[in-house]
């Protein structure tokens, strides 16, 4: 895009438009990309962002392994690796996470200086102030875990801030991204929505991350998406220490046992799963009045190749709203969408300036 129809675009002064261009071409966030066409008088300089101008680092712990990424800005991943870690969010980010960086850095020959922070999905709930995680067993964390003092001395070992986020609404947001940079291609044939839609990872445990109006909605204690706490028996008593109700009825420890013993599920396991997924997401469909459900690909092909086409008739039995369910866009949405958000917290610095 040419710096005039920047301004006819925005409406901004020349003056203005000049100073703010050059500002971003010397940081290296844009460059000249050729010449425009023009029907009359001198070409105009065409600008383009500049993609790898820098880095940020995606990484998501699920309680068994850690996948990783160098991310640049069009949220697209470099050098991902996934790597067995132990169960504990204690170990990984004093341990294991700070050296993984470290050779991720070195081995993709970036300049550390080029990489502006870390983003974490963690399972479970990340409050408000990104430092309290809570509802983590899969992370080997019982009760409400203070994450302050270990994440301090990750950014100041690594030099760079560091961000913590539900690992789930960091796939969302990685989701939503590759949607929009896809709805926004010039040859989209419009089936790509980028609007409302729940993420669903079916892991260890399960997670949701919902994106309504383009922005992913966390709630006022960070519960938005905590699908596996939904409850449809009312005799059933809620505890903090223990699975919800849907996730009980998933039981997925049980799934996986199967998957890890006979290299498949047996199809009762399958079918349970089926049937109490799509029960909660009906309900959460119907409530938000949302017509597409993504499901991570993580782990989705155990479930077998006609799981999604199976979890959709199973909604339209529940359901008087016809869903859709996809898989997600990226193989790991979560890196993505983690480090998507500490990228833009230092472009909000850059635009502040």
């Not at 341990?95 to 993709?108: F, K, T």
């Not at 996809?326 to 998507?340: D, F, K, R």
């Amino acid at each position: 895009m040419s710096k005039a129809e920047i301004m006819r675009r925005t409406g901004i002064s020349t003056p203005t438009v000049l100073k703010i261009t050059e500002y971003f071409m010397s940081l290296g966030l844009l460059a000249e990309a050729g010449e425009g066409a023009a029907t009359i008088g001198r070409k105009p300089t065409l600008l383009r962002i500049v993609p790898d101008a820098i880095y940020t680092i995606g990484a998501v712990f699920d309680g068994r392994g850690l996948s990783l990424g160098l991310v640049d800005l069009f949220g697209a991943p470099r050098g991902l690796r996934r790597t067995p870690v132990p169960a504990s969010l204690e170990r990984l980010l004093a341990e294991d996470l700070p050296a993984q960086v470290l050779r991720l850095i070195e081995e993709e020959k970036v300049s550390p200086a080029k990489v502006k922070g870390i983003g974490i999905g963690v399972p479970g709930v990340v409050d408000p102030s990104g430092r309290i995680v809570r509802f983590a067993p899969l992370a080997g964390i019982q009760k409400d875990f203070d994450a302050s003092t270990l994440l301090q001395s990750l950014e100041n070992r690594l030099g760079m801030p560091v961000r913590l986020e539900n690992d789930a609404n960091a796939a969302a947001l990685g989701e939503h991204a590759a949607r929009s940079r896809a709805a926004e291609r010039p040859d989209a044939d419009g089936s790509v929505s980028a609007g409302d839609f729940i993420f669903v990872e079916l892991g260890r445990g399960l997670g949701a991350g919902i994106v309504l109006d383009g922005k992913l909605r966390k709630g006022s204690r960070a519960m938005a998406g905590e699908i596996g706490y939904l409850v449809l028996d009312p005799s059933w008593k809620a505890t903090s220490d223990a699975p919800g109700w849907l996730e009980g009825r998933l039981d997925l420890d049980e799934f996986w046992a199967e998957v890890e013993g006979h290299k498949t599920p047996s199809k009762r396991s399958l079918r349970r799963v089926i049937s109490y997924l799509a029960l909660g997401l009906s309900n959460i469909s119907l409530a938000l009045d949302l017509d597409l459900i993504v499901v991570g690909r993580a782990g989705l092909e155990h479930f077998g190749g006609d799981f999604l086409n199976s979890l959709k008739a199973e909604l339209a039995r529940f359901s008087v709203l016809e869903t859709s369910c996809v898989p997600s866009m990226l193989e790991e949405p979560g890196v993505s969408g983690a480090a998507g958000l500490v990228a833009e917290a230092w472009l909000e610095g850059v635009f502040s300036e």
